[in-house]
């Protein structure tokens, strides 16, 4: 079975741009969350999403939001891009329990120039 | 305070040797407690849950001590494929489904 995918897997943008990041959970997963990752640090979240509804959010400003589809696939959108917004994000995916493992993508490797 | 802490390290041993992370969290009502691996440049991988009563699997080894909120994992007879860094996780304990991670300890086995 496939793993959670995402892309694009790396992305070149300028500051003041948006950008939109896409993730397929595992099949059977129904729980998306998305996490940012700076270097040396350990990825930070930013949002959670269960049957399409917001169910968790983390200390990021609005510029930053999410959805989930109706096949639990998700989109992460950061609009007006800032040179800190450089990182690596990540999609992990989970059966949707609470305090469980979850199971994570590749990433997206952001850049801001 | 950080919510998860962690040694940053480098562990620096030689191959066959037993080395061992330790990892202090903030929050007594955490519920659930992880490692996981990182390869450079890659995405965290999931090594192992840990349990209360402490588990093992293989060469790894992880304990938990809720009442000093401690959490260690144990790696014996290091192989140069254990050169990773290792993220300590441990989730919020309020039905959240987030993962709060730790910067990481890094490990290099060497020859």
């Known amino acids: 079975d496939a793993g959670v995918t995402q892309s694009p897997t790396h992305l070149i943008k300028t500051r003041g741009q948006h950008v939109t990041l896409r993730c397929s959970p595992i099949s059977g997963h129904k729980s998306v969350s998305w996490y940012q990752q700076v270097l040396g640090q350990g990825p930070q979240f930013i949002f959670q999403?269960?049957?399409?509804?917001?169910?968790g959010r983390g200390n990021f400003p609005d510029r930053f939001s999410a959805r989930q589809f109706p096949n639990y696939s998700s989109e992460l959108n950061v609009n007006a891009l800032l040179l800190g917004d450089s990182a690596l994000y990540l999609c992990a995916s989970s059966l949707g329990l609470a305090n469980q493992p979850q199971h994570f993508g590749d990433g997206t490797r952001l850049s801001i120039l | 305070r950080k919510e998860v802490e962690q040694d940053p390290g480098p562990f620096n041993v030689p191959e066959g040797a037993t080395v061992a992370f330790n990892c202090t969290y903030s929050n007594s009502a955490s519920q659930s407690f992880f490692w996981y691996r990182q390869d450079c440049r890659k995405e965290p991988k999931l090594l192992m849950s840990?349990?209360?009563s402490g588990n093992e699997d293989g060469r790894f080894t992880a304990q938990l001590n809720r009442a000093s909120q401690y959490i260690s994992l144990l790696i014996r007879d290091s192989k140069l494929s254990d050169s990773a860094t290792y993220l300590c996780v441990v989730t919020p304990g309020d039905s959240s489904y987030k993962l709060i991670f730790g910067s990481g300890t890094r490990l290099l086995v060497r020859p």
């Open positions: 999403y269960y049957e399409k509804e917001e169910r």
């Open positions: 840990v349990y209360s």
